[in-house]
């Protein structure tokens, strides 16, 4: 019966959750295939009750090795290594390549034609632990928020867009040239818990409540998305923020999906190390 009620859904025909929810009055959350406006017919979560519902999960970013410096796996950053040469690094958070599946955006990086076909207003974050099943996401997320000032109307609609604006590039510009923070509000833990799933050095240096785009280190590497904080001062943006574009310097170990997260060798959640709980937890990226 379970997959009848499924099936019934590989009916409809909409480009986002918020589209699903309102033209078939769907409220369950779970997978749903949309269409691009070429047509194209993919399948992913949409969160049908945070907030009124009708978010679409168009990316996650996943880290599944702190060893590896901009390696294999690390496709929201670099998969080829500290190389000046490729200061966009993969490209992902400009172009319209796609990887990964729903059930598995926990296990491995996940990106959907959603991330540049969806015409948005809000993003919705969720910090899931990793390769955690898909009906137990929402329960079992260390931190959720998202946006309620339609801060994407003033962007082009999506990160794709955004991006353009802000590029993701090794030596764009300096820390200064950061793109917008814009405020959060919870649907799960607080500024405080945000503070505390990050190291105490860069929790010196950030503050918590809102979502950062485009922040830029002290070696000039640009990193994607800072979740739950904003930069404030110190320039040391890898170890709290994640993603980017290539050519991350001052150690080898700072390129990657979570840059820096690992810094400090005096264990996790010391110094300039992230909690393990964030360490191994993959954000996942929602429009409405
Ligand atoms: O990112 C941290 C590094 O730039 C500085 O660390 O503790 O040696 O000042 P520290
Ligand atoms: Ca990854
Ligand atoms: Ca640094």
Same mark, same amino acid.
């Given at each position: 019966?379970?997959?009848?009620?499924?099936?019934?859904?590989?009916?409809?025909?909409?480009?986002?959750?918020?589209?699903?929810?309102?033209?078939?009055?769907?409220?369950?959350?779970?997978?749903?295939?949309?269409?691009?406006?070429?047509?194209?017919?993919?399948?992913?979560?949409?969160?049908?009750?945070?907030?009124?519902?009708?978010?679409?999960?168009?990316?996650?970013?996943?880290?599944?090795?702190?060893?590896?410096?901009?390696?294999?796996?690390?496709?929201?950053?670099?998969?080829?290594?500290?190389?000046?040469?490729?200061?966009?690094?993969?490209?992902?958070? $400009?172009?319209?390549?796609?990887?990964?599946?729903?059930?598995?955006?926990?296990?491995?990086?996940?990106?959907?034609?959603?991330?540049?076909?969806?015409?948005?207003?809000?993003?919705?974050?969720?910090?899931?632990?990793?390769?955690? /099943?898909?009906?137990?996401?929402?329960?079992?997320?260390?931190?959720?928020?998202?946006?309620?000032?339609?801060?994407?109307?003033?962007?082009?609609?999506?990160?794709?867009?955004?991006?353009?604006?802000?590029?993701?590039?090794?030596?764009?510009?300096?820390?200064?040239?950061?793109?917008?923070?814009? /405020?959060?509000?919870?649907?799960?833990?607080?500024?405080?818990?945000?503070?505390?799933?990050?190291?105490?050095?860069?929790?010196?240096?950030?503050?918590?409540?809102?979502?950062?785009?485009? /922040?830029?280190?002290?070696?000039?590497?640009?990193?994607?998305?800072? $979740?739950?904080?904003?930069?404030?001062?110190?320039?040391?943006?890898?170890?709290?923020?994640?993603?980017?574009?290539?050519?991350?310097?001052?150690?080898?170990?700072?390129?990657?999906?979570?840059?820096?997260?690992?810094?400090?060798?005096?264990?996790?959640?010391?110094?300039? $190390?992230?909690?393990?709980?964030?360490?191994?937890?993959?954000?996942?990226?929602?429009?409405?």
């Amino acid at each position: 019966e379970r997959l009848d009620n499924l099936s019934n859904r590989s009916r409809y025909v909409a480009r986002s959750c918020k589209e699903i929810m309102d033209r078939y009055d769907e409220r369950e959350d779970g997978l749903y295939f949309l269409t691009t406006a070429n047509g194209m017919v993919y399948q992913t979560f949409c969160d049908m009750t945070t907030d009124g519902g009708g978010w679409t999960l168009v990316a996650s970013v996943h880290e599944n090795s702190h060893y590896g410096g901009c390696t294999v796996g690390d496709r929201w950053s670099s998969q080829q290594g500290n190389n000046a040469n490729l200061p966009d690094g993969d490209g992902n958070w $400009s172009n319209r390549n796609t990887f990964g599946t729903a059930e598995g955006a926990t296990s491995d990086d996940f990106k959907t034609p959603g991330y540049y076909d969806i015409v948005a207003e809000d993003m919705s974050v969720w910090h899931v632990p990793n390769n955690f /099943p898909l009906e137990h996401w929402n329960l079992a997320a260390i931190l959720r928020y998202h946006t309620s000032n339609r801060f994407l109307r003033l962007y082009g609609g999506n990160l794709f867009e955004l991006f353009k604006r802000y590029p993701v590039r090794y030596n764009v510009g300096s820390c200064s040239n950061r793109g917008p923070a814009v /405020p959060i509000v919870y649907d799960h833990g607080d500024k405080e818990s945000t503070k505390m799933f990050y190291g105490p050095n860069p929790r010196a240096e950030s503050e918590p409540g809102f979502i950062t785009f485009r /922040p830029i280190n002290n070696e000039r590497a640009a990193m994607a998305i800072c $979740s739950g904080v904003k930069p404030t001062t110190g320039c040391n943006t890898e170890h709290y923020c994640i993603g980017g574009g290539g050519y991350f310097r001052e150690h080898n170990e700072q390129c990657g999906d979570f840059p820096s997260f690992d810094w400090d060798r005096l264990g996790l959640g010391q110094g300039w $190390s992230a909690s393990k709980e964030m360490r191994e937890a993959a954000v996942l990226l929602f429009y409405r």
